[in-house]
Nanobody, 120 residues
Framework: QVQLVESGGGSVQPGGSLRLSCAAS????????MAWFRQAPGKEREGVAF???????SYVDSVKGRFTISEDNAKNTLNLQMNTLKPEDTAMYYC??????????????WGQGTQVTVSS
């Protein structure tokens, strides 16, 4: 059984930083994509950052240069370092995972989410 558990959310002032982590268990696929999504109130969920089993990373334009996705395979952990945070980054952030060589398509596994609030 695959489980994804996020941590690290919180409240921060604009310009601040947060680091989100996602502890993955039971996810043993050789080819995979893992990602961070977010959903703000009244808005659709959007993919923020992706990393595949080749180590290739991609980001939504609004976070490029500010967010960095990484994985620690030894600890089965996915991380999202978020710098220079803006109020528009406020959202519930979700860790997600899928099998396969592509990051396209539906993600089968989701965490419960962690709230990030950026406000002065």
């Amino acid at each position: 059984q695959v489980q994804l558990v996020e941590s690290g959310g919180g409240s921060v002032q604009p310009g601040g930083s947060l680091r989100l982590s996602c502890a993955a268990s039971g996810f043993t696929y050789r080819w995979y994509c893992m990602a961070w999504f977010r959903q703000a109130p009244g808005k659709e969920r959007e993919g923020v950052a992706f990393i595949d089993s080749y180590g290739s990373r991609s980001y939504v334009d609004s976070v490029k240069g500010r967010f960095t996705i990484s994985e620690d395979n030894a600890k089965n952990t996915l991380n999202l370092q978020m710098n220079t945070l803006k109020p528009e980054d406020t959202a519930m952030y979700y860790c997600a995972a899928k099998s396969g060589v592509s990051c396209g398509g539906r993600f089968a596994y989701w965490g419960q989410g962690t709230q990030v609030t950026v406000s002065s």
